[in-house]
């Protein structure tokens, strides 16, 4: 269910590869924890779409087999359907933009597109989430950046779908919220505005996941304070509530030891590593300055979606059960409002 904020109603929003930590987590189980929750959307990911896959067939789909994905996709809309859920978006949309002209990658990025266009009908959404690449080697411009883009902006929009683009804060040419807004802005296409989160832009700007201190270094306290709240600043005048399509919460751990400060052999950079398993609820024993970036936000105008979108290696531990994780959720979210 939305919560009050001054009077207005606030939807929210629970991504679903945040929720589940073993196989007999399945997607139906994990709507079913969702809704009772009250929530009232759901943002979908792709590993959940092959999971429900394996787990109606038997074997995993190829993430390609875009026939076989929107057949599993239109099972998934009854569910949420029976759920009382909406489906608010795709995710995670990775290192589509910036290839060259003419290559494999950039081919591949529109085919890729393309599928997940039919899966986003099958479902029942409208919004595609893009995260800023962290591919090597991509286009340092942001005219080209913003023109493929636009190009995806223009396929959506024959289909009445948008696009949320969000700053990945290890991302090789957008890591921060003005990057990404300066790309929009570019592009400048009305089915496309911004996927914010308070870890990519905290954990981005002020935190530092390789450091002792857990903070930016290289300058002063009071210059990072100076300049992540002039950021936040910046933020609530320069964009318009209506290019924010939803705002995803997590907080962080600060990490003892640091992580090494290297690409490791992966490829996944050290804000990468630190992202996919260290974003606990608000409240939880995390460390970034959460409510500083929701504020800004709603600073904006912004009434619009809050999303839980956490990866936190502790969780099960702290909650096994899914209904409880979901409902220590909603708490936060509605303690963060509050407060």
Not at 50 to 67: S, T, W
């Amino acid at each position: 269910m939305p919560i009050d904020y001054q009077g207005v109603q606030i939807p929210t929003c629970y991504a679903t590869c945040s929720i589940g930590h073993k196989e007999s987590h399945t997607l139906p189980l994990k709507f079913k924890a969702i809704a009772d929750a009250g929530f009232d959307a759901v943002e979908l990911s792709m590993p959940d779409i092959l999971a429900y896959g394996k787990m109606l067939d038997g074997a995993e789909p190829d993430p390609k087999d875009y026939d076989a994905l929107v057949a599993i996709g239109k099972a998934i809309w009854a569910q949420a359907q029976e759920h009382h859920l909406k489906i608010l978006m795709l995710q995670p949309f990775a290192n589509f933009e910036g290839w060259p002209k003419g290559s494999s990658e950039r081919k591949d990025a529109f085919d890729r597109a393309e599928g997940w266009i039919r899966i986003m009908q099958a479902v029942g959404t409208d919004m595609l989430q893009v995260g800023s690449s962290d591919a090597p080697g991509i286009a340092s411009s942001f005219d080209d950046l913003a023109a493929d883009l636009a190009e995806l902006a223009d396929l959506c929009a024959e289909k009445g779908l948008r696009i949320a683009y969000e700053n990945w804060c290890w991302a090789t040419r957008a890591p921060g919220w003005k990057d990404v807004w300066r790309i929009v802005e570019k592009a400048d296409r009305p089915n496309l505005g911004l996927c914010l989160d308070t870890f990519q832009s905290a954990g981005g700007e002020w935190a530092d996941p390789t450091t002792k201190s857990g903070l930016v270094e290289g300058l002063s306290r009071d210059e990072l304070e100076a300049g992540w709240k002039g950021s936040l600043a910046e933020l609530s005048r320069t964009v318009p509530p209506e290019k924010i399509y939803l705002l995803q919460i997590s907080d962080a751990y600060k990490m003892d030891p640091p992580i090494e400060a290297k690409t490791n052999e992966e490829g996944l950079r050290p804000r990468g590593r630190w992202s996919h398993d260290y974003r606990p609820l608000p409240y939880d024993g995390g460390y970034l300055p959460v409510q500083d970036f929701l504020k800004a936000v709603l600073g904006t105008g912004f009434r619009g979606w809050l999303s839980i979108e956490v990866f936190d290696g502790k969780a099960p531990e702290k909650a096994p059960d899914m209904l409880a994780f979901s409902k220590k959720a909603m708490a936060s979210l509605k303690r963060i409002l509050q407060s």
